[in-house]
Structure formats: structure tokens, C-alpha cells
T-cell receptor, first 114, second 114 residues
Framework: GAVVSQHPSWVICKSGTSVKIECRSL??????MFWYRQFPKQSLMLMATSNEGSKATYEQGVEKDKFLINHASLTLSTLTVTSAHPEDSSFYIC??????????FGPGTRLLVL | AQSVAQPEDQVNVAEGNPLTVKCTYS??????LFWYVQYPNRGLQFLLKYITGDNLVKGSYGFEAEFNKSQTSFHLKKPSALVSDSALYFC????????????FGIGTKLQVIP
């Protein structure tokens, strides 16, 4: 149980384009999902907390207009990187909280902006 | 503010030997503590958690962790390391009660030598 999927696993795009990443909880409902960014050899940086049916809560320093988050249902949250630039290249990981405390993570999405 | 320290960037251990990956934390009140493992280019996999009860927590793949309140530690252990255990391990902490923000450590790379 507690499986989280992400799609796509890899994406390469041109600078200036937008990229959408999907995060799904496959076997449970998640009122809260999280989006993280991970740089090489570093820990996870929480970008935002996504609550079903309401606006996401962004961490300090994360541009909400650049990283659009939508949590339209209890099993799906999406992250859209708008007008992507090479510095947005990173490994993006989502997680979904099952119950009150445990987060289960998706496999991650590697984004490369050329 | 809560924090997690993983004092070792890398731990090397011979296959078949016991392994320990260290974690200390700082949080107000009794903590919720977690261990996750990350394989290359993958998301994090949940290993185990301590919420309350027995200080020795058993998790997936033969791993266990011991909560030590006086030393504010939650070290991850396994009696006999496997080469397949080689991965990046993250310790995480959140305040007591559910629905709280989780803080991750920087990660410790475990290398099991055949």
C-alpha cells in the first residue's frame, strides 16, 4: 500500500516552455501532498505544500507564479514549471501524506531545461 | 525550530558486518522520527518511523532504529549489511501530533563493500 506515482520520470524541454509534472496517490487518498526539489548530493528542499481544494502553501523563496501547483482531487497534484530556464533543471519529487504523519514519495522527475 | 543532523556524509561497511547510520535531532516536545532510503535517480522509500511506544523500531528490509530521548538520537541499524543496501539514507523529524512539517537531514551515503 501507500504507492505514489509521478509522471513523467524524465523530461527535456527548451528554455521558455512550460512543463507539467503529475503526482498521484494510487491506493490511498491524500488531502496533503508535498513538492520537493533535490539538488545533486543535497537533501530535499520543500517547495510547497499542496492541500486538496485549496491554494498551495509555498516555502520562503519559492516563486509561486513560476511553480504552479494544483491539487484538484484527493489523488492528484500537479506542478507546472512555467517559462522554464536552465537553472530550473533539477530532480523534483512529490510526496503524499497517508494519515497524520507519514509521507510516501513518488519516484521523482528529472527535468533538464536546454 | 526543528532540525536534523546526520554527522556522516558517507559510511562504508563490509558486506555481512553490522551497520549504523547516525541521526540526531532537535525539536520541541516528543518527536516523530523517520528514516527513508533513496536509490539513484529514485524517490525516497519509507523504512520506518517512531511515533510512540517501544524505543526500538523495526522496519523494512531488516532495518531497525533506536530512539534515545536522552541523547536525542535515532540511529539506523542493521545486523548484517548487504551490497544492495548501498544507497542514500535520510533521517527526518517532525513535532508531535500529526499534520506537521517534516524536516529532513542532509543524507548519509551508505556504501557496502563486497
Amino acid at each position: 500500500g501507500a504507492v505514489v506515482s509521478q509522471h513523467p520520470s524524465w523530461v527535456i524541454c527548451k528554455s521558455g516552455t512550460s512543463v507539467k509534472i503529475e503526482c498521484r496517490s494510487l491506493d490511498f487518498q491524500a488531502t496533503t501532498m508535498f513538492w520537493y526539489r533535490q539538488f545533486p548530493k543535497q537533501s530535499l528542499m520543500l517547495m510547497a505544500t499542496s492541500n486538496e481544494g485549496s491554494k498551495a502553501t509555498y516555502e520562503q523563496g519559492v516563486e509561486k507564479d513560476k511553480f504552479l501547483i494544483n491539487h484538484a482531487s484527493l489523488t492528484l497534484s500537479t506542478l507546472t514549471v512555467t517559462s522554464a530556464h536552465p537553472e530550473d533543471s533539477s530532480f523534483y519529487i512529490c510526496s503524499a501524506r497517508a494519515g497524520a504523519e507519514t509521507q510516501y514519495f513518488g519516484p521523482g522527475t528529472r527535468l533538464l531545461v536546454l | 525550530a526543528q532540525s536534523v543532523a546526520q554527522p556522516e556524509d558517507q559510511v562504508n561497511v563490509a558486506e555481512g558486518n553490522p551497520l549504523t547510520v547516525k541521526c540526531t535531532y532537535s525539536v520541541s516536545g516528543n518527536p516523530y522520527l523517520f528514516w527513508y532510503v533513496q536509490y539513484p535517480n529514485r524517490g525516497l522509500q519509507f523504512l520506518l518511523k517512531y511515533i510512540t511506544g517501544d524505543n526500538l523500531v523495526k522496519g523494512s528490509y531488516g532495518f531497525e532504529a533506536e530512539f534515545n530521548k536522552s541523547q536525542t538520537s535515532f540511529h539506523l541499524k542493521k545486523p548484517s549489511a548487504l551490497v544492495s543496501d548501498s544507497a542514500l539514507y535520510f533521517c527526518a523529524v517532525s513535532p508531535p501530533a500529526g499534520y506537521q512539517k517534516v524536516t529532513f537531514g542532509i543524507g548519509t551515503k551508505l556504501q557496502v563493500i563486497p
